[in-house]
């Protein structure tokens, strides 16, 4: 069993329950193979957000050092169900310093799109890192994506070594289809855009040990 955990919660996607689109068996494959252990649970409601959130923070999860937010989004917000959106500034109150030394990916449209409005989310609460995209994605080319990400993600999450240089090693493997879904992480010190990522290109985070 892998060492670090992924932590996900995921929205309705469809108002039709008959339909089963999901982001589980992403999951459940990395789950099989070794490369993660996965807590995954479906949320329709701001407040259940806030309280599977609120057990994330508790000491039995440290281990869990990836959260994973699976929902339709627009710009600076994710859509839990139809009438149950979190904004950005939101999901920063409700983790508070909980989320401290994590990382987050934001696994819906657009939320990302408004970079200075992220780094005050990751001012905030302390993250890590926090991944997303910057446009609209595709469901088949996301999945294949982040079923990489979450991988070595889970893998690099409990080292020291800076997320920057994590970033960089996600490029190297995925940069077509990074540049393609308009990827982006932001740290503390640095906002980093696959768009402007080429081969052999060294990160300011590259240059500090």
């Known amino acids: ?24 068996p992403v999951l459940e494959l ?22 599977y959130l609120n057990l994330w923070g ?15 989004g627009d710009k600076g917000w994710l859509a839990w169900s139809s009438r149950n959106h979190t904004s950005l500034d939101d999901l920063a109150e409700v983790l508070g310093e909980s ?15 408004n970079e200075k409005q992220a780094s005050s989310f ?20 996301s999945a294949a994506f982040e079923t990489l990400l979450l991988s070595k993600l889970a893998e690099y999450a409990p080292t020291r070594r800076r997320a920057g240089t994590f970033f960089n090693g996600i490029m190297a ?15 503390a010190d640095e906002t980093l855009r696959s768009q402007d990522w080429s081969p052999g ?9």
């Open 1 to 24: 069993m892998a060492t670090n955990g992924v932590f996900c919660l995921e929205g309705e996607w469809d108002a039709d329950l008959r339909k089963r689109t999901s982001v589980l």
């Open 30 to 51: 990395l789950e099989r193979l070794g490369a993660i252990k996965a807590i995954h649970r479906k949320v329709a409601t701001t407040g259940e957000v806030e309280h």
């Open 58 to 72: 508790q000491a039995r999860y440290n281990d869990y050092l990836v959260l994973y937010l699976a929902a339709h």
């Open 99 to 113: 989320a401290a030394g994590c990382y987050i990916h934001l696994g819906s449209c657009l939320t990302l799109f």
């Open 122 to 141: 990751v001012e905030k609460t302390g993250v890590r890192a926090l991944l997303g995209f910057r446009t609209s994605v595709d469901w088949v080319e």
């Open 173 to 187: 493997l995925q940069g077509d289809l990074a540049r393609r879904l308009k990827f982006v992480m932001v740290t």
């Open 201 to 209: 290109k060294r990160l300011a985070a590259d240059l500090v040990p």
